[in-house]
């Protein structure tokens, strides 16, 4: 996945720089309670099914953002 292929499909349901946490999915009980950082926009995946996605800083590959939520709680 290149840079470019990312800005030719932004969302805007996330941001780089915002805080998520991973639930409803198999990940999110492995790192319950872990705020994770996006690292780029969310984007479109232009492969496939065409899914939002957002890579997320120290995880490997993109994530669905389906499965993240930005309103942390306190």
Sequence with gaps: MTQEQIDNNLTTTLKKGDKVIMYNCLEGDSYKDKIWICKTDSFLYPYG???EMVFLEGFSGCFV???LKKDLPL
């Design 49 to 51: 099914d065409k899914e």
């Design 65 to 67: 953002t389906e499965y």
